[in-house]
């Protein structure tokens, strides 16, 4: 079984929609969790990181679900510019070890 | 805002050589590490470097591949005796203590 798990997609949706995206992980010991974004052969950048009481940043929220190993992510009022790859990350211990990444969920919004 | 910066790009090397990709970390991090992105595929991790040493490596960082903080300001990674499947996305990324990641723009190496 993977490490991280994700839908790859790609999702199509019209700008204005709310997509979702899941993620599940199979290390029960992981301590830190984020969504990362991927343009197109450009590095990862961190979107937000994810907290089991759930956390918002503007149009993105994130949500934490440690017994079921799940993570979330919902995207409110979609435009043009949020069309790239998204990164589910797991890292399994403290800060300063390895990032264990989804392979992405690639999201193409259009007008 | 400060930047992670790898050098070069674009490599291209023939079968069997070595090559030498180069980052320039943000100067306060105390965190660097290697990931490798095969295109179409998932990032992996390669190694990660603290206090001058190797702090944690996966399976992949195996014989054929070398780390090095020469200087105060770069960290380079080696690969040996490059291989058809070593072609790659390779990006380098450093941290604060206890903080996110800032990943490099990459390198994207083809071996031919």
């Known amino acids: 079984r993977k490490e991280v798990e994700q839908d790859p997609g790609p999702f199509n949706v019209p700008e204005g929609a709310t997509v979702a995206f899941n993620c599940t992980y199979s290390?029960?010991?992981?301590?830190?969790f984020f969504w990362y974004r991927q343009d197109c052969r450009k590095e990862p950048k961190l979107l937000m990181s994810?907290?089991?009481s759930g956390n918002e940043d503007g149009r993105f929220t994130a949500q934490l679900n440690r017994a079921s190993q799940y993570i979330s992510l919902l995207i409110r009022d979609s435009k043009l510019s949020d069309s790239a790859t998204y990164l589910c990350?797991?890292?399994?211990?403290?800060?300063?070890?390895?990032?264990?990444f989804g392979k992405g969920t690639t999201l193409s919004v259009s007008s | 805002e400060p930047e992670v910066t790898q050098t070069p790009s674009h490599q291209v090397t023939q079968m069997g050589q070595e090559v030498i990709l180069r980052c320039v970390p943000i100067?306060?991090?105390?965190?660097f590490y290697w990931y490798r992105q095969i295109l179409g595929q998932k990032v992996e991790f390669l190694v990660s470097?603290?206090?001058?040493?190797?702090?944690?490596k996966s399976e992949i960082f195996d014989d054929q591949f070398s780390v090095e903080r020469p200087d105060g300001s770069n960290f380079t990674l080696k690969i040996r005796s490059t291989k058809l499947e070593d072609s790659a996305m390779y990006f380098c990324?450093?941290?604060?203590?206890?903080?996110?990641?800032?990943f490099g723009s990459g390198t994207r190496l083809t071996v031919v």
């Open positions: 470097f603290y206090n001058n040493e190797i702090s944690e």
């Open positions: 994810v907290y089991s």
């Open positions: 290390n029960s010991a992981s301590q830190s």
């Open positions: 100067s306060n991090h105390l965190y």
């Open positions: 990324a450093s941290m604060p203590e206890g903080l996110g990641y800032t």
């Open positions: 990350v797991v890292r399994r211990r403290q800060a300063g070890t390895a990032l264990i």
